[in-house]
T-cell receptor, first 117, second 110 residues
Framework: DTGVSQDPRHKITKRGQNVTFRCDPI?????LYWYRQTLGQGPEFLTY????????KSRLLSDRFSAERPKGSFSTLEIQRTEQGDSAMYLC???????????????FGPGTRLLVL | RKEVEQDPGPFNVPEGATVAFNCTYS??????FFWYRQDCRKEPKLLMS???SGNEDGRFTAQLNRASQYISLLIRDSKLSDSATYLC???????????FGSGTQLTVLP
């Protein structure tokens, strides 16, 4: 399977614990995005990387959230001191800017569903 | 006001019906437009890009009106397998991220 993969697929944690999610983008995609989706809403942008550089962060990304993409391949999203409001699906997407002349298309992974008790 | 607004539905239609979804966006600098489909508890998947001239892919037709900042999706001859949430998506201005509407839920009934 050469699509975007995410791990774990589900995570249940207690309030105050730290959690870390991993995303493996489509091979050679140089852009990687994190989104969060809550029930009944569309995904909301959190942050994005071009190669290893984090180029943009949403104001939704509080200081408890940190994302890395150290080698420009996989990425991790860490949430420290989780709160019940962090319960959501965390989606990763990747894209390539190499398809010049075409609209950049983002391909999504299956998501990590987080439940904070 | 949300950046991308959609009628949440739900739309319940019989098999074979034609159904249309509408969407408006607020950022006039938006440059790219898409419809994504999301099945229950799954990730969004690209259904089709939307171009200024309008475009068609089988039973699906998308239209864009930049002056009115309005996007539409028409599904003809609905199938049971079309049941899903349809997300209107915009990528605009200097931002690379996608901005999603809340989605329109479609159920096609036998």
């Amino acid at each position: 399977d050469t699509g975007v993969s995410q791990d774990p697929r589900h995570k249940i944690t207690k309030r105050g614990q730290n959690v870390t999610f991993r995303c493996d983008p489509i091979s050679e995609h140089n852009r990687l995005y994190w989104y969060r989706q809550t029930l009944g809403q569309g995904p909301e942008f959190l942050t994005y990387f071009q190669n290893e550089a984090q180029l943009e962060k949403s104001r939704l990304l509080s200081d408890r959230f940190s994302a890395e993409r150290p080698k420009g391949s996989f990425s991790t999203l860490e949430i420290q001191r989780t709160e019940q409001g962090d319960s959501a699906m965390y989606l990763c997407a990747s894209s390539s800017i190499r398809d010049r002349g075409r609209q950049e298309t983002q391909y999504f992974g299956p998501g990590t569903r987080l439940l904070v008790l | 006001r949300k950046e991308v607004e959609q009628d949440p539905g739900p739309f319940n239609v019989p098999e074979g019906a034609t159904v249309a979804f509408n969407c408006t966006y607020s950022n006039s600098a938006s440059q790219s437009f898409f419809w994504y489909r999301q099945d229950c508890r799954k990730e969004p998947k690209l259904l089709m890009s939307v171009y200024s001239s309008g475009n068609e892919d089988g039973r699906f037709t998308a239209q864009l009106n930049r002056a009115s900042q309005y996007i539409s999706l028409l599904i003809r001859d609905s199938k049971l397998s079309d049941s899903a949430t349809y997300l209107c998506v915009v990528n605009g201005g200097s931002a690379r991220q996608l901005t999603f509407g809340s989605g329109t839920q479609l159920t096609v009934l036998p």
